[in-house]
Structures are given as C-alpha cells and as structure tokens.
C-alpha cells in the first residue's frame, strides 16, 4: 500500500526560521500527503507565514506547548489509523529539510516493516558541512550519549543504521506505533524526548534507524530538541534540564522494587553532586542540580505515568537493547583521549611562565637578601613587640575560635563581631602552628621579597620583558609606605601591601575561569580585612571590572561575597550604634599617626618625616628644608615614567594605571581626616599608608608601560629609578639596624613573669594595668591571663567613643588607685577579679608634647600605690612596677568569667554562613586537572591575535557555543567522577568486529570514532610570523603574537 505520510510542523515563533522550514517542505522531491501546523506562537508574523503556506490543517493554541503535546494535538484531528503506511513526519519552525530527506526516510522504511522510527542527520543551520546530532544512546546507567554531535561531515559516519534512538526533530515514525506509545512523555519537554520515545518503541519490538542521505538543517531555538544558544543562561538551564530527564528516566526505567530506593536516593544525590560541581569549577550549575532532584522527587503522578506507558507497550525485556548501549568503560576512554589531546594542543600552544628563566628568581632574591639584611637582628626572635605588634594565641584552635560573633577578651570584655582581620591572623598563625607569633617574625623577614614576588606576577599582566618585571618588583618591594609599615609595626598595614599586587595579579583573570575568581575573592577579602580603608576604591574598581566583563559578569560579580560575609556582623554593629564610617578603622592596635602634607603622600611618605629624611638631615646638621628637595630628586624619575605613559602606545591600559594610583591617593588622602579610634586620649586617625600602597602599585603600572613602550632603551631609565628609589629607602630601611626603629624582638610576653606564672594555674588572672597619658591623664584597662594577644584586638572597643556604667566605675577605681585618697578599693579589685595593678611607661603622642606631664602623673600614682596597704609591691619590670592584690580566694568572680554560650545562636549562624561561602569560595580556588584541560581545550579554540603591546590583559572564553558544556548526568559518584566532562563521545569496537545480522534483528550501532571537537576557526589559524610571547593567568598562558622589536630582550 502506498505511504501516506502527514507532516506536523510546530511553529513557535515566526521569522526567517519559520519561513525557511516552509519553504524547504514545499521543495521535497516527495511531498507529503498532509501538513497540519500548529501554530503555538503569539506573533501575528508566524499565523500569517503558516496561513501563506496553505497547509492542510491550522490548528492555533493559546499557549506556547512543548513539542510533544504540539504533535499529540495535531495527530488527535488526524483520522484513526488504517495501517502501518500511514506515517507522521514531526518537524519544527527551526528545522528545514532538504529536498531529498523525506523520499530517503521513506525509502528506509519502506526496506523493512520492522522499522518504525527513522531519523534524518541534523546538520548545522547556517553550515550544512557541520553535523549537529546523528543518533542518540545511553550509558548502562541511563546517561544520554549523542552517538555523533558537532564534526564535520565528512561521509565519516554514513554507515551507523540501528540506534537507540533518533533525535525528535525531523523523526518519521509509524502513526500506529505513535499511538500504541502514547507519544513522547508530557514530562520530557524538551531533552530525551525522542531517545525517551525510541527507547520505548525497541522495547515494543520495532526498530529504529537512521539515513545518512536525509539531512536536515536545524537551527536550535529548543523546540525539537534542546535549545542551541551560547547564552549562559540557556546553557545553565538546559544541563539542568538534561539532569532532570535522566532522573526521570531512571525513576521510569527502574525495577519496581528499586523505585523507591532511587527516589530516598534523589536529593541527598543531588546535594552531593552539588557538591562535585562546586569541586569542579562549575558552581553555576549547582542549581540546576538540586532543582532537577526536587522536582523529579516531588513531580507527582510525572514517574507513575511514565511507568504505566513503558509498561503497556513493552514486549521485550532490557537485554534486547542493552547491545544498543554504550559501555561506560567506552566512554571513559573516549573521555580520557579528548583530554590526552587536549594536553597535546596545550602543550604544542603554552609555555610557562618562565619565572626563573626571565629574572623573577633574581628579584625576588634580591629582594629577600635587602629583607634579611633590614631585619637581621629579629632572625631567630620567636616574636615581635613594639609598635601595634603583639603576640599570638599559643594556641592555633584559640585564634580560629575568635572568629564570627561572640565574647570579646577586651578589659571588661563585651559580646560583638570579630574583625575580619581575626581570620587572616589565624591563618597566618596556622601556617607555623607549632608556635603561631613566629609567622609574624617571617613575615617581617619575608615581607620584601613576598611583595616583590606579587610585583613580578601582576608586571608580568603588563609587559613580558624581563627588565620591566624585575623593575616592577624591585619598585614595589622598596616602596616607602611598606618600609615604613615595617619599622612602625603595622602588621596589618604590611599585609595589605604585600596582598595587593597577589590581588590585581589574579584579578585581571578573575573572568576566565571560577578558580580564578574565587582566588581574587579570597585575596580581596584578606585585603580589605587587613585595610577596610581600600574598600571604596576596590569596590569602585570591582564595578567596572562588572561593567567590562561581559557575559563572564558573574565571576566578577561573586568575588566581593567572602568578603561581604566577613564584614557583615561587624557592620552591623557599628550601623547598629551610628558608626557607619568606623567600619573603616585599622584593625589591631590603634596607632596615631602624624598628618602629612599632601605633596609628602604623594611621595608615598605617610608618616610626615619623609621616611627618615628629616631626622639624617638634622644630625647631617643640614637645613630642614633639604630633605624637603632631595627626597622629591630622588623619586622624580618614577614619577616621569608615570606620567610619561600617558604620551605613549598603551594610552588606554595608562589611563587604567593613574586612575588606579589617583584612586589610592585620595584614598590615603581621606584617611587621614577620618579619626574614628581612640588610644587612651587621642583620637586617631586611618592610616594612610594602605591608600599609598594601591597608589604605589598604580604609579608602578605606569611606569612599567611606558618603559615598555620605549622599547631596548628602557633599561636606564629604569635602572635609574630603581637605583634612586633604593638611595631615598635608606633612612628608614636601616632604622632597625640603627636601633631607630620601634619594632623589636621579643620572647612572647607582655606582662611581668610574675603574672604569666600565675596565669598558666589560673587562667582569668586579672590585672589592671595602668598607662600615664601625654596629657596627665591615665588610661585603664584589665588584661586577663598571661595578656593581651593581637587577635583578640576589637575595633568595636577602639572605636566606642561613650563610657558604660562599668568602665565608668572602672575609671574611677584606677583614678582613686593612682592618687592617695581615702576610697576603699577592695571591694571592687574583687568584684573585677583583679590580682595584680600595673603601672605601664608612660605613652607617648608622636612628639606633640613633651613627657613631662606623663612622667609626674607615673610618679604620683607610683607613690600613691606604695602608700595604699591594699596593695603589695612586687617591684619593677620591663612591663612598668607590679603591685599584687590578696583577694583571699581562688575563685573566679562573675564579672571576670567568660559567659557561658557567649553570642548564642547568632554565633552559631555566623559562623555556618562565613564557613559555607568561605569554604566553598576555597574549594572553587583550588586548582584542579579538569578546569586545565578545560580552559585549555578553550585556549586551543581562540584565535591568535596580534597586538601592538604583548600586555597580559585576560581573554573571555569564545562566544561560540561550547559543544563540551552540554552535560551527560551520570548515574553514580565512580561514574561521575569518571566522566568529568559534561559530554561524551562513544568509542565502540573496530568495524571488523560488528557482526552480521538479519533485517529483524537488534542491531549495535556501527562504530563511531572519537572525535576531539576543535573550533574550525581555530583550523584556519596558522602559525603566526612574529615572535609569540606568553600571557599567563591563573589557569592558563594564551600565546600572543608580539612585536619582533620586542623579540630578543632578556633584559
């Protein structure tokens, strides 16, 4: 009997797309006997395109259906089936024909009654020489593996007949078997539809094929078929989607026995998987994870309808398409081979960075011989003391426990937010856990070089001359807000110079890959805990980098969250209290700081004695004002070549630069006039030697391309800014060879021994510790146990401006203590647990009053204490003179213990919120194989590109869509993690090794090769003529062409 076949097209949008399609069915060498469109659009352009085309049948709907309930609306006005001939041929506005496909589709067919299903070669839209999907199968575990996907078509795989499945799109299926199969599952929309549907129809006993002569043009808009866009987005979604039908189908396909296992099994998988993909670098689709759990596991009657249709059609048993799988073993080698070629193209496209090769080493090893040299006599100290030094906790487990929300071991103690600065203190204490305040020592030792290092890193984004990095690092490392960071103990300070360069270094690539921005996420973090001052002007930059970034703008978007959870409880606070701007305060110990002039800041001087300069002038016995001429001499070179960048190639990138320098300058600028902490009587300001660093950083951009715009001759310039700079960081840098400096080592205490003995039996040992001011005044406060640590330091106490009721009385009992009066002390030296009063040297206010005052109060409260018979004299130490207190009792009043549950709950929440997003920003930094062989198969695809800079600026991924990224959900974690790209290309068996079968038979797929998918743009770039140089990111070194004057300078 003669065929009869009906074409369904389902149009759901208008356009080009649609008009194509009609015209192509209208071209087909054997037309068919009907056309019923659906017209599920709401434009006017689709119903007046459909209408034009005079179709059979129009059949509008209200509402946008999915393809197979489009179809199953269409075959429902089709008369009842008469027989096996008469035939559905299912297409979408987005899939044209060509006009031969429907007569070879036919011809297939009508060769053997077995077949029911046969499916055209879908072709790229706008390249028919590109195979979009030929054939369709599935892992034992129920994985969906399109057999051929993205190649160029090349008759290579014309011979593959019996498949698993077809694609929906373009199928031509018996009407009857459409309707004993109730058509495609309602609850696969959009993916596995047509494998779901073929599936089902082997195990009624038909066949399926495909016809490598009937091609057909698809264009991808997710109507049959996924959606093809590059979109992020759409990506996202659809491996969600995919990851939805695959636990569909499992739940469907599953004895019944295990249904109800696999559905327990559902979300803690998804949680799970979850977690994998955040492992790998894929945190986007980590929603689409825990969706597609929860809606297969709370879909309803979705799994039971699925497994009546399998059920009252099926015929034969599993086994009967089980050749028709897949090996997961096959995939896994196909897999392995993708990465084995990836590695291949990778190695044959990047080179290293090079760091010993080009000088990095040397600098860095200069810088660490000026660094071991400036500190030689704190090597072998085990601690610090002098300046805002303190010690650590001895305990690693007691530095972390202060993190988040709790109590607050400061004088009377309070319950309040931890500074975020806490967190990058335990980890540096954890780094030499077995005696946590010798970090500090190596990082005075090491600051230099560190600083260098990152300098080199962050050069290396800008030139890949070797003289201009080692410029970069050597400038940097030399810079005077570090020198003076250093000798003025500011350990904070120190730190966020060194991060700084380390900070823009991984930013510039933070759009390339998740690991990287989840590295520029903790580096800022760390940054802004150790100097909440440059918070405006990172996030300023962090907003442009958003506005440049493109369709990446979510990596960029994420870094600020560590951060963000850091200082959240700790704003709150202060916002709580109206003191907005104190979020801004120094952490650690306040400091006061002399104002400097405008003109010395933009020197890079923060502390108004032009790093030493006055003070060698003066014993030179030189005018004052000399230093004021020489200092600005010696820096001058820097400053030209900074501003000289601005009259040279890389105009834009220099503009970059200063615009970062000027934003640091005004940081430091402000820093000076916001006085939010107080030190006993003096209210001191920010520090602004933070600002200066990102201002040195950026006036060191600067420099760095104009030199490299200047070409072989930048190596003087350069050596005579660096041979200045280093003579204008004498004076300060020697300050602790000289014994000028206020960082000294120490042995780790900080009160006399006396009171350390008793604080290791008895651990709430309290003393009250007395501190002559500049003024005449006093400051009071109590140090409990063996004393003060610097993470136990609070910028909520620094910055309180108003007295409680109980440092009120506190006030009052050390003011009575230091002058003879008639108050009886006792009672409340017992209700605050003090054992012992301490009188500390005298403070000093950076020279703005003399000492007088200071020492006259020290002598009165000296004598007042001697005459006071409360109190027994233990006599003088290098803390200051020592009374001691009988409190008659070893019990540790209430006033002086740490309450119990101290924070409660929102400790608690504090702590799982920073944990979860720190934790989960450390794992997505930590680099893994997988995310190299993904960004370099990436790399691989990009095109070279000349430039006239070779400048390390970061390159996006292509916008063409990634074949890779549409995902395979496995069934188990081996598989998993056995299979870690997101597609899979099936490896089968030599052709000699297919066996013969009958017509009827279940036939296994012919082989099809492996394939590595390459950009075919990537194919026509050839090797280019000039010199290549490398840029070097985080997880990836992209070859450039560079200019061939550039060629063979090694510095």
């Known amino acids: 009997m003669y065929p009869r076949v009906t074409a369904i097209v389902v149009a759901q949008s208008g356009g080009p797309h649609l008009q194509r399609t009609l015209d192509a069915l209208a071209e087909q060498t054997r037309r068919p006997d009907a056309v019923i469109a659906v017209d599920c659009a709401t434009s006017d352009d689709a119903t007046r395109l459909l209408s034009e085309a005079q179709p059979t049948q129009l059949l509008s709907v209200p509402e946008k259906l999915a393809f197979g309930a489009a179809v199953a609306t ?39 009654p077995s077949v029911a299903v046969v499916g055209p070669k879908l072709v790229d839209w706008d390249d028919p020489a590109l195979i979009r999907e030929f054939g369709e199968t599935m892992t ?33 299926v018996r009407q009857a078997l459409w309707e004993r199969l109730d058509g495609f599952d309602p609850a696969l929309p959009t993916v596995d539809d047509g494998l779901d549907f073929c599936t089902r129809a082997r195990l009624a006993g038909f066949r399926v094929t495909l016809v490598a002569q009937a091609r057909v043009a698809i264009a991808g808009d997710g109507v049959a078929g996924p959606n093809l866009s590059p979109k992020w987005t759409v990506r996202r979604r659809l491996a969600g989607e995919r990851r939805r039908a695959q636990l569909h189908r499992r739940m469907a396909y599953a004895p019944g026995w295990a249904v109800f296992l696999h559905w ?37 009657l979705a799994v039971s309808n699925a497994r009546r249709r399998l059920a009252s059609a099926r015929e034969v048993g599993w086994a009967a398409v089980a050749p028709l799988r897949v090996p997961s073993a096959a995939v896994r080698r196909a897999r392995a081979l993708k990465r084995e070629a990836a590695t291949v193209r990778q190695q044959g496209e990047r080179q290293d960075l090079d760091f010993f090769g080009t000088g990095g080493g040397w600098a860095v090893l200069a810088a660490l011989l000026v660094g071991v040299a400036l500190f030689f006599p704190l090597v072998g100290s085990g601690a610090l003391s002098g300046g805002g030094l303190l010690p650590l906790d001895a305990s690693v487990g007691q530095l972390w426990a202060n993190l988040g929300y709790g109590w607050r071991d400061v004088s009377l103690g309070f319950t309040g937010a931890a500074d975020p600065f806490s967190a990058v203190l335990a980890v540096l204490g954890t780094l030499t856990f077995w005696q946590p305040s010798l970090s500090l020592v190596l990082l005075w030792v090491l600051a230099l070089p560190l600083a260098a290092l990152g300098a080199w890193l962050a050069a290396a984004r800008l030139t890949t001359r070797p003289t201009l990095r080692a410029f970069g690092a050597l400038v940097y490392a030399l810079a005077p807000t570090l020198l003076v960071a250093l000798q003025g103990g500011r350990p904070a300070a120190v730190l966020a110079h060194v991060l700084l360069p380390w900070l823009f270094f991984a930013g510039l690539a933070a759009r390339r890959s998740w690991a990287a921005s989840a590295t520029t996420a903790l580096l800022a973090a760390a940054t802004v805990a150790c100097a909440p001052i440059l918070i405006p002007a990172l996030v300023i930059a962090w907003i442009a980098a958003i506005a440049f970034a493109g369709r990446r703008a979510a990596r960029i978007a994420f870094i600020p969250l560590p951060a963000v959870v850091l200082f959240a409880p700790l704003v709150w606070q202060q916002a709580s209290r109206g003191a907005w701007l104190s979020v801004f305060a120094d952490p650690g110990v306040p400091l006061d700081a002399r104002q400097a002039p405008a003109w010395q800041l933009a020197l890079g001087f923060p502390d108004g004695t032009l790093g030493g300069w006055h003070q060698l002038a003066k014993m030179l016995e030189l005018p004052e004002a000399s230093a004021n001429l020489i200092v600005p001499i010696l820096l001058a070179p820097l400053g030209i070549l900074a501003i000289l960048a601005l ?23 402000t820093a000076l006039h916001l006085q939010v902490a107080v030190s006993g009587g003096t209210v001191v300001p920010i520090w602004a030697g933070s600002g200066l660093s990102l201002y040195w950083l950026g006036l060191i951009g600067a420099a760095v391309l104009a030199l490299s715009a200047i070409g072989r001759a930048a190596v003087y ?7 200045t700079l280093a003579v204008a960081a004498v004076p300060i840098g020697i300050a602790t060879l000289n014994g000028n400096a206020v960082v000294q080592e120490s042995d780790g205490r900080t009160m006399p021994a006396v009171v350390t003995a008793k604080a290791a039996t008895q651990p709430r040992t309290g003393t009250l510790r007395i501190v002559p001011q500049p003024d005449g005044g006093i400051r009071a406060d109590i140090v409990r146990g063996s004393g003060q640590t610097l993470e136990d330091q609070s910028t909520l106490a620094d910055t309180e401006r108003s007295l409680t009721a109980a440092q009120r009385n506190l006030a009052l009992l050390a003011g009575n203590l230091s002058s003879r009066s008639g108050y009886d002390a006792s009672p409340q030296l017992k ?16 020279g703005k009053q003399d000492a007088s005052a200071a020492d006259a109060t020290r002598s009165r409260a000296s004598i007042a204490m001697d005459a006071n018979p409360l109190l027994a004299p233990v006599g003088a130490t290098t803390n200051g003179r020592l009374w001691a207190f009988d409190r008659g009792t070893a019990v540790v009043p209430p006033a002086a213990q740490i309450p119990a549950g101290a924070g409660g709950l929102w400790r608690m929440l504090v702590l799982i919120v920073q944990g979860v997003v720190i934790g989960a920003t450390l794992l997505m930094a930590i680099p893994t194989t997988r995310s190299a062989d993904r960004v370099s198969d990436l790399s691989a695809r990009r095109p070279h590109r000349r430039k006239e800079d070779a400048a390390v600026e970061p390159d996006d991924e292509p916008d063409e869509r990634d074949p890779a990224a549409d995902g395979v959900a496995d069934e188990s974690l081996d598989e998993y993690e056995a299979e870690p790209e997101d597609e899979a290309v099936v490896e089968s068996a030599e052709e000699d090794d297919v066996p013969e079968r009958e017509p009827d038979a279940v036939v296994q797929p012919e082989p099809v090769e492996p394939a590595i998918e390459e950009d075919r743009d990537a194919e026509r770039v050839t090797t280019p003529p000039a010199p290549t140089t490398l840029e070097d990111g985080l997880e990836e070194t992209i070859i450039r062409p560079r200019r061939t004057t550039d060629g063979g300078d090694r510095g």
């Open 74 to 112: 269409a075959v429902r006005v089709l008369p009842p089936t008469s027989g096996p001939e008469q035939l559905l041929w299912l297409l979408a506005h987005d899939t044209a024909p060509e006009p031969e496909a429907l007569e070879a589709l036919l011809a297939a067919l009508e060769v053997s």
């Open 140 to 172: 034992p575990f129920g994985a969906s593996v399109p057999l051929v996907e993205n190649e160029l078509d090349q008759a290579q795989h014309d011979g593959i007949s019996d498949v698993l499945a077809v694609s929906s799109a373009g199928m031509l």
């Open 717 to 723: 310039p350069a050596w005579v800014a660096i041979v």
């Open 647 to 669: 009259f040279l190639r890389g105009t834009v990138r220099a503009i970059v630069a200063l615009l970062v320098a000027l934003a640091g300058f005004l940081t430091a600028v």
């Open 831 to 846: 209700r605050l647990g003090i054992d012992f009063v301490l009188l500390a040297p005298p403070a000093t206010a950076l």
């Open 264 to 300: 327990l099994t559902l979300v803690p998988l998804g949680i799970l998987r979850g977690l994998l993909r955040l492992l790998r670098k894929e945190p986007g689709s980590i929603g689409g994870e825990l969706g597609a759990a929860f809606r297969v596991a709370f879909s309803g």
